[in-house]
C-alpha cells in the first residue's frame, strides 16, 4: 500500500469530515495493483447530512472518489449490490485501510463487509442460469452469423462480458464490471486451475484479427459446463 496515498486518504478525511463516524481507503491502492493513474478511493460514514453523496475531486494532486454514506444508504447499496452480485461497496469496506473509527462501527463494518465477501453471493437460481444461457447462445449465434467486422468485434465484446458473467454466477463467485470482471475471473482461474480469462482476451483479439473459432470454442466450453447451448424451449415469464 501507499504510504503516501493512505497520509493524503487520513489528511482529506480529518479536514473535510471531522464529524465523520467512520473512514476507510479501499481500493487498488490498498490491494496493492494501483497504476500510476489510480485514484484513491475513499469511503465516509456520516451520522446524517450532506451524506448521502459521491464525488469526484483532487485532493493534494491525487484524484479522489469519495463515497459519503449514512448507515441506511449503506445498507441499501449493500443489499443492492449483493442482489446484483457486484459487490462494489464490500470491497470498498471489506478489503480496506481503516483512515478514522470514531465510534468502533469502522472496524465492525470492516469485518461484516469482509465476511459477506467471503461467503459469496447468493447461487444462481434454475431460471437466471437457463437465461443467462440463453442469452450466450443468442450472442454466439449472432458472431457466428455476422460478416461484418465492426459487428463481429463489438459482438465479441459482448460474448466476453456474458461468458465471464456465466463461469462465476455458475460457480458462485461475484462479479464485477470492466477491469473487475476480468481480475474476478483471473482469480477463479488461480484457484480452480482454468483459463477463461487469457482464453476470452485471446478470442476477442482474434476476432479483431478477423478469426472468430478461438472465442467460438471458449464460449461454447462455458455452455457445456453449464448444460449447453439453449434456444429451443426456452421461455421466459414476462412481468405480473
Same mark, same amino acid.
Given at each position: 500500500?501507499?504510504?503516501?496515498?493512505?497520509?493524503?486518504?487520513?489528511?482529506?478525511?480529518?479536514?473535510?469530515?471531522?464529524?465523520?463516524?467512520?473512514?476507510?481507503?479501499?481500493?487498488?491502492?490498498?490491494?496493492?495493483?494501483?497504476?500510476?493513474?489510480?485514484?484513491?478511493?475513499?469511503?465516509?460514514?456520516?451520522?446524517?447530512?450532506?451524506?448521502?453523496?459521491?464525488?469526484?475531486?483532487?485532493?493534494?494532486?491525487?484524484?479522489?472518489?469519495?463515497?459519503?454514506?449514512?448507515?441506511?444508504?449503506?445498507?441499501?447499496?449493500?443489499?443492492?449490490?449483493?442482489?446484483?452480485?457486484?459487490?462494489?461497496? +464490500?470491497?470498498?469496506?471489506? =478489503?480496506? =485501510?481503516?483512515?478514522?473509527?470514531?465510534?468502533?462501527?469502522?472496524?465492525?463494518?470492516?469485518?461484516?463487509?469482509?465476511?459477506?465477501?467471503?461467503?459469496?453471493?447468493?447461487?444462481?437460481?434454475?431460471?437466471? +442460469?437457463?437465461?443467462?444461457?440463453?442469452?450466450?447462445?443468442?450472442?454466439?449465434?449472432?458472431?457466428?452469423?455476422?460478416?461484418?467486422?465492426?459487428?463481429?468485434?463489438?459482438?465479441?465484446?459482448?460474448?466476453?462480458?456474458?461468458?465471464?458473467?456465466?463461469?462465476?454466477?455458475?460457480?458462485?463467485?461475484?462479479?464485477?464490471?470492466?477491469?473487475?470482471?476480468?481480475?474476478?475471473?483471473?482469480?477463479?482461474?488461480?484457484?480452480?486451475?482454468?483459463?477463461?480469462?487469457?482464453?476470452?482476451?485471446?478470442?476477442?483479439?482474434?476476432?479483431?484479427?478477423?478469426?472468430?473459432?478461438?472465442?467460438?470454442?471458449?464460449?461454447?466450453?462455458? +455452455?457445456?459446463?453449464?448444460?449447453?447451448?439453449?434456444?429451443?424451449?426456452?421461455?421466459?415469464?414476462?412481468?405480473?
Amino acid at each position: 500500500m501507499s504510504i503516501a496515498g493512505f497520509d493524503t486518504a487520513r489528511k482529506l478525511v480529518h479536514e473535510r469530515f471531522p464529524q465523520a463516524r467512520a473512514a476507510w481507503l479501499g481500493g487498488s491502492t490498498v490491494l496493492g495493483t494501483a497504476p500510476p493513474t489510480s485514484d484513491l478511493d475513499i469511503t465516509v460514514l456520516l451520522a446524517g447530512p450532506p451524506a448521502p453523496y459521491r464525488e469526484s475531486l483532487r485532493y493534494h494532486r491525487w484524484p479522489v472518489e469519495l463515497f459519503v454514506h449514512t448507515e441506511s444508504s449503506m445498507e441499501y447499496f449493500l443489499a443492492t449490490e449483493r442482489t446484483a452480485r457486484k459487490p462494489t461497496t +464490500l470491497r470498498l469496506i471489506g =478489503q480496506t =485501510q481503516i483512515l478514522l473509527d470514531s465510534d468502533g462501527s469502522g472496524a465492525y463494518l470492516q469485518e461484516k463487509c469482509a465476511a459477506l465477501l467471503a461467503a459469496g453471493p447468493e447461487p444462481l437460481g434454475v431460471e437466471e +442460469l437457463r437465461a443467462e444461457r440463453y442469452g450466450l447462445t443468442d450472442l454466439l449465434d449472432d458472431l457466428v452469423g455476422s460478416r461484418d467486422d465492426d459487428e463481429r468485434l463489438l459482438i465479441a465484446f459482448g460474448l466476453w462480458r456474458a461468458t465471464a458473467e456465466l463461469v462465476l454466477t455458475g460457480h458462485g463467485r461475484w462479479m464485477g464490471s470492466g477491469k473487475w470482471l476480468h481480475r474476478e475471473l483471473a482469480s477463479f482461474d488461480r484457484e480452480a486451475g482454468t483459463d477463461y480469462s487469457h482464453a476470452l482476451a485471446r478470442g476477442v483479439r482474434s476476432v479483431a484479427h478477423g478469426t472468430i473459432e478461438p472465442l467460438v470454442g471458449i464460449v461454447t466450453r462455458a +455452455l457445456h459446463e453449464f448444460g449447453g447451448p439453449l434456444f429451443d424451449g426456452f421461455k421466459a415469464d414476462g412481468p405480473g
